[in-house]
């Protein structure tokens, strides 16, 4: 299944210019999800970090795949209509610069949920090779 931008913002109540996910190119819903990003030198953060080089911030980088992350469970007919928020970040690297012109794939699977509460892993990857992994934890509101 794949979804657009549109159908993301169906799910997830991010905007921009916090919406970090362009679209899912593949979800299986509660289980696992690849969306894309596609970084443009036009983004705000881009005036402050860095004017002289422009480096994505890591931080946004751990949000687009939280994002992800929030597409993937709140597909599922379990949790739709409920929001999830980000609880936690645990052992974040970053191996590769992201810079303007640069497209993520942004792979997470979640290997725990129960009601209210799951974890997952997300790896970003540009061109292939690894820009940055996590694992981060997640509640589930209504």
């Known amino acids: 299944m794949t979804l657009t931008s549109n159908q993301i ?16 190119i593949d979800i299986i819903p509660g289980v696992s999800g690849i969306g894309e990003k596609c970084v443009s030198a036009n983004e705000p953060h881009f005036t402050g970090h860095f004017p002289d080089m422009h480096i994505m911030p890591g931080v946004l980088i751990i949000e687009a795949l939280a994002q992800v992350g929030a597409v993937v469970i709140l597909a599922s007919d379990e949790h739709k209509g409920k929001t999830a928020f980000f609880a936690g ?47 981060f934890s997640f509640v589930i509101v209504s």
């Open 89 to 135: 970040i645990k052992d974040a690297k970053f191996r590769k610069k992201v810079i303007p012109g640069d497209r993520i794939k942004l792979v997470v699977e979640i290997t725990r949920v129960k009601t209210k509460y799951g974890v997952g892993l997300g790896k970003a990857y540009v061109d292939d090779e690894l820009a940055c992994e996590a694992e």
């Open 9 to 24: 913002q169906e799910l997830i109540p991010h905007r921009y210019p916090f919406l970090l996910v362009d679209r899912m």
